[in-house]
Each structure stands twice: as structure tokens, then as C-alpha cells.
């Protein structure tokens, strides 16, 4: 592990360039290059090669590299928080009572052992008592209302074709495998995992009191009716259209699809109305649940809901339920030997619960205001960039580049964290149960996202937290959203870092790639409100095609791991803005003294160290069952083809490293793609 000296995340610049703050900058470089490899043969394990071989992934990681760094340090941080809480003493209904008895809670493991899932009792007994359609529609919307994803997907977010109100959204969902190809792909793996899971269901039905016979069948009664709604889900790349995934349609119309439900009395019973309209995302999934609706005999709806409701809470009910969960989901799945120390999970689960009280108490120690200035003036940079190459773009009219202005000139910044925090008062804490505190939890954030309903749009609010090593673009509010956490450099002062660094990791290439979000396949069909509405001239909008089909086959050509090739078509999005994100650093490092005076630091050129950097923001390696598991459900391509897929199409890249024809790293001209 690196020490991480980078704590406040500031003045990550390098100012003066005096002798020592070289040889530290030296140093800092010599940590992660291999210098045995050639980059021209390969550029990801040349720059980032030896950190990862003096770094093997720990047992109980399913990857490890530059997130686990990074995270490594705030868990500390948050660990700090979570003791000094649970010790002060603080006021009954304060943010701190809550973070310091949640805490408690979680650890509290003979009192979690004890009590099971006896906290979810009554939730058990609404659905023993099932005993018709009319009851189970109502169990149904129990479970959704506390966070149990059973039978569909129902969430709220603002409406894509009007920005300025939220809606309630109907989407394909309630598997147990990560991903509707489970259930039916043929190769050997596959079949092995849905033995695996099937026995896995089987294990936690008798978990809950079924004997080894009745838990085998019912076990084999939930896959048959998890596959039956696999087989009317899209596929990942079939999910990235937001026009096919929008189906605006009034409550009885959906009505029409699914008879047997009566959403009205349904939503109320998830506490949910005054509402007419709903979006539907995948109709001919809804099409799939009133046939399974009417399929079934009540018994099995009352199996499938035990299984989800149990699968849901397994980790939080701690004891075997957890040790079960994890056998499947962490060892057979994604291949994890060992589970992760508890503080570490249970720091987790209460990011997830109260993520903004600790992020308060976050960026009060770690995070100053200088700070969000310094990455304020770095995201104007990269917005300066990204409004030269729109002007200079070679294939856009100028109709289309107008309008492209207009929308970036539109984006919200949002750096570092948000001037509203949630405000958890009616949450209740204690410490007298985990599993409460979960449940209660769930049932706050329903409770937050249904007020909205009737409420104007909240464009201040934020869905990561400023702690979270991640930033996001939200097409509906037109906005890039850069949590402080994001802006952390591993294992180095603050001042002696190179700008090199800076531009291509911790903050150029990252607000690039969210700005560039903006603009992918699927952010360019919003517009400068946030609404899905096309400004593109009909010739545009065939060209930028034409190009992000480039990149689809480019991605599409890598093999991921053993046969397994990259989903070009469901990751082009990330992969046109890491293409976009290291573009636009470029541009803005291009600018730099550091740049201009091309001095050498352990004899590397600055674009050299440019490179580099770029490949540390990915410096990550993985399980290849973990990888698997991803190429079927992650947007992102794996972490060495984030860093040649986007080099490989850039001069500047071949030029710093005098890449030619014949070497591995080598693409040619006519197949380099260029987007932004
Ligand atoms: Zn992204």
C-alpha cells in the first residue's frame, strides 16, 4: 500500500520547480513505470506495471489498484469520524448521534447473530399471508416501498422529456442474477453459475425454515420464474437508447398491459400518489409480468418474495444469511476468497444510509474552500477546451456547433460538495438493532424520493457523495457533479505533484470526460435544459453516428478476458468520454508553464508524463471472474483498454513515445477515431 500523503487533496500543483521537489516527482513516477516494458508494445502495463506487481490483489478484494488506494485513506477518514461519533456522547437526533450509533449498531455482531431477521418479521408474516392477487400486489409494494427490488424496478427521477418535474418510472427487473444473460447464456461457466445459484436460493429458503426437499424445489421454482422475466429484459446495449426506454403512458394504459394489477391502489400502497402519468421503460416486460401474474400459483409468489426479501437484507442480517450471501455473490461470482474485514463493509453500509452526514463531517477536515477554487479554475479550463475543439470541430455545422455552445455554456458545476445537505431528521438510529436501522433507512429514502413528487426540481441536489471516488453527469439537469474525493492524489505531497499529473488524472481528464458525457451517444439527444429533444441537423447527427460506430468496433475488437470480448455497443459511451476526457486535459495541459518548458522529470517529457497519468487514474487489476461479471453488466471497458483504447487515437500519444507502424500500440490512421 502507498502512503497518502495528499490529505487535504489541495494545492496538487506544482508551483516552483526547485531540485528536491524534482527528485520527489521522480520518485513518485518511479513507483508505478516498468521500465522493461516497451510502450509502444504496451503502453498500460509499461506506465502502471510495476505498482501493480509489488501490489497483488488481497484475498478478500475482488480487484485492487488507484480506487482501493484512494479508498483505503478514506475509510480511515470515515473510520475516524464513525469512533469519535459513537463516543461523544452528541445530542439525541443530531447527525452525529446517528453516524456514532449506526456505527455501534454495525459492529455490535453477537446482538446481529442474535436477532437474525427477526427485525424483518412482520415483513415475513405480510407476505405468509398472502392469499390472492389483490394481497400480493399489496406485498409487492411493501417490499418495494422498503428497498426490496421484487418483481420490477419502480424508481423516481426527474421525467426525461420534461426536466422541471419529477416522475415515476417502471422499469424491466426483480432478478437475483446480475444480469438477464445469466439465465441464458450456453458456455460452460454459465451453466455452472446457475447451478451454483440455484443452490444458493435453495441454501437461504432453508435458511428461512424450509426443509432440504421443499427448499431444493422451491428453489427451482424462483429460477423458473426469474428466467421467465429475464427473457422479456433488454440487454445491456438494448438499455442505452433513452428514446426506446421512454414510454410516457397514463396509469390506465399500463393498466390495459397488466389486468391484474391495479397500479392506482398499487402505488398507494408504496405510498405513492397523486399520480396519472408513469414512464414506462420496457413495456413488453410488463407484458411478461401480467403473463407470469397469471402463471403462477399464489405459493410460488409467496417463495419468490421470501427469497428477494432475504436476499435483499442477507448481508445486514449478518450471521449465515451473510456468510451465504457472500459465498455466492462474492467467492463463486466474482471469485473472492475472503470476506472483507467488517469495519470495512459496515463503513460502506453507512455511507449508503447516511452519506450526507458523513459527508459533512468530511469535507469540514478534508476539504477547503481553497481547494474548491483551485479545481473550480481547472473545470473552466477544461470548458475553455472543450468550446475550441466544438469551433474548430471539422464535421459539425455551424447550426449544430451553436447549439453544442449553448448547451455546454448551460452545464452546472458542481465541485467538490452541495450546498444543501439531506436532512435526516426523521430518520430513526439506535443502537439496538442493525437491521432496523436498515430497514428504517430504506423506508427514509422512499419516504425522501417520493416527497418529491410534488415538489419543483431540486437542481442543488447531489446522488454521490463528496467522500465518493466517482463523478457523474446528469443529463436531465444538464450538470457535471465532482465530488472532493475525486481530486485526491495517492502518495504524494500536494506541492510536489507535476501538473503533467494533474491535467491527465486528478482533475483535467476527469471534468473532461463528465462534460464530454454531455455529448455522447446518449447525452448529445438531450439538450441545453436537460430534455430529451434533438438539436442535431439530420447530416450531424449521421456523422457523429458514423464516428461513435468507429468506436464501437474498436472496443468491440478487444478481448476482455479469456473468450470474452468488450460489449462495444453498451460501452461506447464511457468510452467516447474517456476519449473526450483525455483530449480535453490535453488541450488545457497544453497551456501550462510546466508544458511550454518541456523540462524533464527522471527523464521523461512532460507529455511522456502526460501519458502516464492517464494510465494511473485506471491503474487497477482484477479476477478475471470479477471481470467477467463486468463485461456483462458494467458500462465501462476493462481498465487497460480505458488507457490504449483512448491513447491509440491520439497523435500527441505516438508522438511522445515515438510509436510507428509495426509496433503493438500502433493504429492507423484511417481507423483512429476522433470525436471530440
Ligand atoms: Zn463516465
Known sequence: MSRLLCAAASACFLTAATPSALSDAERYLDQFVDKSVSPRDDFFHYSVGKW????????????????????????????????????????SGSNQ????????????????????????????TRIAQVNDLTTLMAAIARLQYIGVGALYGGYIVQDEKHSDRYAVHLYQGGLGLPDRDYYFDTDDRAQLLRREYVAHVGRMLNLLGD??????????????????????????????????????????????????????????????????????????FFQQVERSLRAHPIDHWKTYLRWQLAHTYAAEAGGRFDAENFHFYGTVLNGTPEQRPRWKRMLDEEEGYLGDALGQLYVAQYFSPRTKQRYAKLTDEIFAAFADRIRSSSWMSQ??????????????????????????????????????????GNIWRSDYTIAKLHKPVDR????????????????????????????????????LVDDAIVYAYAGGTTIGHEITHGF?????????????????????????NRRARGIVRQYSEYVAVGKLHVNGEATQGENIADLGGI???????????????????????????????????????????????????????????????????????YEAFGVKPGDKMYRADSVRVQIW
Not at 62 to 88: C, D, F, H, M, P
Not at 429 to 440: H, K, W
Not at 521 to 531: A, I, L, M, Y
Open 211 to 284: 426443509d432440504a426437499a421443499k427448499a431444493r424445489a422451491n428453489a427451482a421454482t424462483v429460477m423458473a420464474m426469474e428466467t421467465e422475466l429475464a427473457k422479456a429484459s433488454r440487454k445491456l446495449e438494448d438499455l442505452r437508447d433513452p428514446i426506446k426506454n421512454y414510454n410516457a403512458v397514463s396509469l390506465d394504459s399500463v393498466g390495459k398491459v397488466t389486468p391484474s394489477v391495479q397500479w392506482r391502489v398499487h402505488l398507494a400502497d408504496a405510498r405513492i400518489t397523486g399520480v396519472d402519468t408513469v414512464i414506462v421503460g420496457q413495456p413488453e
Open 52 to 91: 501493480l506487481r509489488e501490489h497483488p490483489i488481497p484475498k478478500s478484494e475482488r480487484a485492487w489498484g488507484i480506487y482501493n488506494v484512494i479508498q483505503e485513506e478514506t475509510y480511515q477518514r470515515l473510520l475516524a469520524i464513525s469512533k469519535a461519533a459513537a463516543s461523544a456522547n452528541a445530542p
Open 399 to 440: 447550426p449544430t456547433k451553436e447549439r453544442a455552445l449553448r448547451k455546454l455554456d448551460a452545464v452546472t458545476k458542481k465541485v467538490g460538495y452541495p450546498e444543501n445537505w439531506k436532512d435526516y431528521s426523521t430518520y430513526a438510529v439506535d443502537r439496538r438493532s442493525f437491521l432496523g436501522n436498515a430497514l428504517r
Open 583 to 653: 483530449n480535453l486535459g490535453w488541450d488545457a495541459f497544453r497551456k501550462t508553464d510546466q508544458y511550454k518548458r518541456g523540462v524533464k522529470i527522471g527523464g521523461l517529457t512532460p507529455a511522456q508524463r502526460y501519458f502516464i497519468g492517464w494510465s494511473l487514474g485506471w491503474m487497477n487489476q482484477i479476477r478475471p471472474e470479477n471481470l467477467a461479471v463486468r463485461v456483462k453488466t458494467d458500462v465501462h471497458a476493462p481498465s487497460p483498454l480505458r488507457v490504449i483504447g483512448p491513447v491509440t487515437n491520439m497523435v500527441p500519444f
Open 460 to 495: 442543488t441536489e447531489w446522488t454521490m457523495t463528496p467522500q465518493t471516488y466517482n463523478a457523474y453527469y446528469n443529463p436531465s439537469n444538464n450538470e457535471i457533479v465532482l465530488p472532493a474525493a475525486i481530486f485526491i492524489l495517492p502518495g504524494i505531497a500536494d506541492s
Open 97 to 124: 448521534q446517528k453516524i456514532g450509533d449506526f456505527w455501534f449498531a454495525a459492529m455490535d455482531t453477537m446482538t446481529i447473530a442474535k436477532q437474525g431477521l427477526a427485525p424483518l418479521d412482520s415483513e415475513f
Open 520 to 544: 455522447d451517444d446518449q447525452g448529445r439527444q438531450f439538450d441545453e435544459k436537460g430534455n430529451l429533444e434533438d438539436w442535431w441537423t439530420p447530416a450531424d447527427a449521421q456523422e457523429f
